[in-house]
């Protein structure tokens, strides 16, 4: 994998895929080598002190490499309020960590996720409470696939301005 001059992302080691919401915030990791991720857990949205304290005890605990913040965009391509809330958190999150942090389109994460727990036998308060976690699971998978198919570091620094871009790094 090859990376851009501007980019500071790792090439290896965890990255942890965050789905960002206002009420709880789901969250994947995946494997050292990028091969496969997995569901974590659902945080609930608190305080900025304790969601810093969450995410640093995170990163550490699980050996966080970089994250993937979901940018939440129209099928069109704009962008919307909680797209701007995305891109706060972003910046938030890299400085309350101190580790790298990428944009990824989270076009259509829900909507897989949902697909992905209808099959599973579970009470709909169960796949309620993991819906999220999924959603963070395919949001990784997809930006995983992405670097992958092109070689690159996908994504966008959340300080890079790419309003009104197309962000052609694609759902999943």
Do not use: N
């Not at 945080?43 to 304290?53: M, W």
């Not at 972003?90 to 909507?111: H, N």
């Not at 009470?123 to 930006?143: H, I």
Request: overall charge negative.
């Amino acid at each position: 994998m090859s990376l851009r001059p501007h980019d500071e992302f790792p090439q290896t080691g965890r990255l942890a895929a965050i789905d960002l919401g206002t009420v709880r915030t789901g969250v994947a990791i995946c494997d050292p080598d990028w091969i496969l991720a997995s569901p974590h857990e659902v945080h609930p949205t608190g305080t900025p002190e304790a969601d810093a304290a969450y995410y640093q005890r995170l990163a550490g605990e699980e050996r966080v490499a970089g994250w993937v913040v979901g940018l939440p965009i129209h099928c069109d391509g704009g962008e919307s309020d909680k797209s701007v809330l995305a891109r706060q958190f972003a910046v938030w999150l890299k400085e309350a960590t101190g580790l790298p942090v990428r944009l990824f389109d989270e076009r259509f994460t829900t909507v897989a996720a949902v697909q992905r727990l209808a099959g599973r036998k579970s009470t709909r308060q169960q796949k309620k409470r993991r819906l999220d976690a999924v959603a963070a699971q395919v949001l990784l998978e997809s930006f995983l696939e992405a670097c992958r198919y092109r070689s690159e570091i996908a994504g966008h620094p959340p300080e890079e301005d790419t309003a009104g871009d197309s962000l052609d790094e694609g759902g999943p």
